[in-house]
C-alpha cells in the first residue's frame, strides 16, 4: 500500500519510483531532503553532478549512499580520505577499489 508522499517515503520502492518520474530540476530537493537513503542514491546518479556526488560520498549519513557515490569519484585525494576516514568498513574498502581502478 502506497503511501501517498512520494520521494518523501520512508518506503523504498514508493520513494525511488517517485524519483524515476521527476523532472531533473527537481532532484535537489530530493537530494537535500529525502528520508529514505536509497531515494537520494538514485536522485544523485540521475543527476550526475559530480560535486554533489563527492559531498553525498564524504558526509551522506546512509553507507549505502557514501559507498555507491564512491564508485562515481574521479579525485583521488577524496578518495583516499575516505578510504581512510569514513566509518563504515565497506565504504573504505569500496574507496580503496575505486583508487586500484584508477
Known amino acids: 500500500m502506497r503511501s501517498g508522499l512520494g520521494w518523501r517515503s520512508l518506503d523504498p520502492r514508493e520513494a525511488t519510483a517517485d524519483v524515476h518520474s521527476l523532472p531533473l530540476e527537481s532532484l535537489r530537493t530530493v537530494i537535500e531532503n529525502a528520508r529514505c ?16 556526488m563527492e559531498q553525498a560520498a564524504l558526509s ?8 555507491r557515490m564512491v564508485r562515481e569519484l574521479h579525485h583521488i585525494d577524496i578518495l583516499q580520505k575516505i578510504a581512510d576516514e569514513d566509518p563504515d568498513d565497506s565504504v573504505r574498502a569500496e574507496a580503496g577499489k575505486r583508487l586500484g581502478q584508477l
Open 60 to 67: 551522506d549519513p546512509a553507507p549505502l549512499v557514501r559507498r
Open 37 to 52: 537513503a536509497e531515494a537520494r542514491r538514485v536522485a544523485l546518479i540521475r543527476l550526475g553532478d559530480e560535486g554533489l
